[in-house]
């Protein structure tokens, strides 16, 4: 059974983030330059929350608010669930799921240590999928 650990090390524990004290502007700047969908907030070291796309098209666009004069803290989300690094694949896409967001940070030993997407969970299921059916057709053929 595929974990949380096994997405980690495919694609690294990397932790881009911004304080709560950053405009939303430059939050979305970060993460145009870095082609990704969210940035954790954190504040000496310490996780606060997560700024999305979706925060930001709900909580400024949708509110006409300028993401110039706008502090990702006023906009992040704050109450995501979180999960370890030995939680299973199932587990996570249960999470997503039921509640209907996208990311979830990842933490071991009480210390933040990454952010999985829907993406990266729907990616290793397919790799495991595919690792499946690559052993049945080994099995097959050598049975032949």
Known sequence: MKKVADILKRKGKEIISVTPQTTVLDALRL???RNIGSVLVTENN???????????SRK????GKSSTDTLVADIMTSDLPVVHPNDSIEQCMQLL?????????VFEDGKLTGIIS???VVKEIMLSQEEIISNL?????ANV
């Open 118 to 120: 829907i993406n990266d």
């Open 46 to 56: 310490e996780y606060k929350g997560l700024m999305s796309e979706r925060d930001y």
């Open 137 to 141: 057709k080994d099995y097959l053929h």
């Open 60 to 63: 400024i666009v949708l509110k």
């Open 31 to 33: 993460m145009a330059d």
């Open 97 to 105: 799921s039921d509640k209907h967001i996208r990311y979830l940070p």
